[in-house]
């Protein structure tokens, strides 16, 4: 029986026993771990008795410490010492006696195996299945003659394969399916999903293809920051060990990884116990990444991830301290001048903090240095303005030269989501020829359609598709698009450079315009203000300068002031910003055919160039036949942002000038807000618009619709 057909008769388990017992949604609470614990049991059995006599041995030895005595009789990373296998409990008739050896059967596990039980949460349901009269039936299911969860093949008496055994990789497989099936059922989150091992192989050819030559004999350490089941870790560790097997060298890989989800992490940990790699195990942590980092000190070879996206991180956002008071190192750095330059992205999406904790953690005093590959979806692309926390990594990542490509993958890819996915390829060591450059790949069209869908995944990339994609990358060439050539190929890529990604976000601002009037009813208004700010005279003023200007309107507002301001200063008085900003608010009104405000002046500074200076709000103007730079107070609600791209032929200068001058002349530049953004688009640069269709073409058709449109009412005429 094939790894699918065990996953559908284990499915089949679930609707056999457990449907008048729990809801649909609870089957996984058994199923998962029942899958475990059998896979486990049919591996120790051979064992069993063994270990049970080096147990004997040890107790009456006096040895405490029996830990890896018994994991050396068992042969594994595991064992149990408990008098019972599965295949034991199956003729307990009484409830309570199977609940009883049961628990004695799971007790006996050994420490690693606990840890797993307690985060499925196991124990819990074993009452539930017990009442419910379900506990042996769910056992027998189990031990199914025609179902063998062993690694080792089940033969007849002439010593023939009946059932072959079930390989690690096979089992694997059970479980995505399996999982895959509850989360779909549940109606998971898109984001959380399994990446298929397609997807996986494209990300450890991306990785480590490009260093193959330069891979040495010796230690490597491979960290997935959001583990889910560990497959993206043992593929990686496959593909690194063949690929330093092939080039003659001798490794060894140690592999990192951390979990949030309990029930995740414990089918993980139990993947490379059943792998035999027990030690790999017990470097899969549980918990948070981003809150509670496993591994702050150290940092690691090759780092692959598929972090949740579009999953909030308000939790952890609140344990660190929240926005304001989180200094994490990891997300706070030194960069561009700025000694406390922020990574935070918004709580509702972290996909980009675990891209963050992955650069922490590279290696810099190797030849190698560190190499990351991390799926994305589009969103990490382009979400956040200039001086956001996305922005803000991307700058970091780009400014840095760490980014060595992004691949768009095909969409329908994964089990859960439809969505369009990519993989971000990042080094700290690029080779010469990537050096400032990054290459853009598109393989939307690079793959097969399956047979049948397995959730919302409905195509995969064959060792075909994957071979032509790693290809692409490794040439690291500028290809001219297929209908250029001729050809059939379905990847196309660019080549740019880094700056190709920046932008300035300029501010631009236009003078406030404001007409004064000093009519009866301004200046009821003005006394009841300057009362409510203590300040009466000021009313005092301006009610005795009212006669003299008029009622107005009065268009330049500037006059107006200066005359205030003489008469202020006859009193001993004088008119200070707060006054001013008072005046404006109750006497001024907006007209577009007003002087501007002016909001300061001062003496030209030696060597400065007036036509420059005006594009940054600074203008020079004759001021009581003197020469003085003005600067206007700013309109809000003329206020207006730009993107000025790096690559921009003249810089932000020439983009004002041609860009808005035109269409505002009174327009500047408020140089102190402009921020630095970086941005990656890929239709910008893959687009391709269809062509519109021949005038005579569509010029037939109208015709087509005519006619028809006749004939039809040529019937209902003749209906009548």
Known sequence: MSGLNISNFIWGIADDVLRDVY???????????????RRLDAILEPKKEAVLARKAFLDENGVRDQDQPLKQVAGEAFYNISPFTLRDLTAKTRQQQLKADFTAYLDGFSPNVQDILTKFKFRNQIDTLVEADALGPLIDKFLHPSVNLSPYPVKDEDGRVRVPGLDNHSMGTIFEELIRR?????????????TPRDVIEL??????????????????????????????????????TKLAADHGKEISTHLFGQEVNAETYAISKADLLLKGEGAEAERIQHGSTLSSDAFPSLEFDFMLSNPPYGKSWKTDLERMGGKKDLKDPRFVIQHGGDAEFSLITRSSDGQLMFLANKLAKMKRNTPLGSRIAEVHNGSSLFTGDAGSGESNIRRWVIENDWLEAIVALPEGIFYNTGIATYVWVLSNRKADDRRGLVQLIDATACSRPLRRNLGKKNCEMGPDDIREVSDVFLSQANLPEPAATGETRRVRTKVLPNA????????????????????????RSLRRAAVAAKDGTLADLVEAVAPVLGAGPHMDINAVFATIRTAAAAKGESLTAKREK??????????????????????????????????????????GGRTAVVEYE????????????FLEEGGIEAFIRREVLPHAEDAWVDEDRTEIGYEI???????????????????Q???ALEREAADLLRQVVSAG
């Not at 001062?602 to 940054?616: A, D, F, I, R």
Request: net charge negative.
């Open 203 to 240: 990300m450890a050819n991306l990785i480590f293809l490009p260093v193959a030559e330069r891979i040495e004999s010796g230690t490597y350490l491979i960290y997935d920051a959001a583990c889910g089941t560990g497959g993206m870790l043992t593929v990686a560790e496959e593909a690194l």
């Open 23 to 37: 809801v649909r949604g609870k089957y996984r609470d058994v199923i998962l771990p029942m899958t475990v614990i």
């Open 634 to 645: 700013p309109d809000p609600e003329l206020r207006d942002t730009e993107q000025v791209p």
């Open 182 to 194: 509850f989360n779909e059922d549940n109606n998971e989150e898109a984001g959380e999903h399994f």
């Open 582 to 623: 008072l005046l404006l608010a109750v006497l001024g009104r907006r007209d577009p055919k007003a002087a501007p405000v002016i909001r300061k002046q001062s003496k030209p500074k030696p060597g400065t160039q007036p036509e420059l200076e005006s594009l940054h709000g600074r203008y020079q103007q004759k001021l």
């Open 500 to 523: 190709s990604f920046g932008y300035w976000k300029v501010v631009v601002e236009r003078p406030l315009r404001l007409a004064a009037r000093l009519d009866d009813a301004s200046l």
């Open 681 to 699: 688009s890929f239709t910008r640069h893959f687009h391709q618009p269809k062509p519109l269709r021949d005038l005579a073409a569509i010029e």
């Open 701 to 703: 058709d109208i015709l």
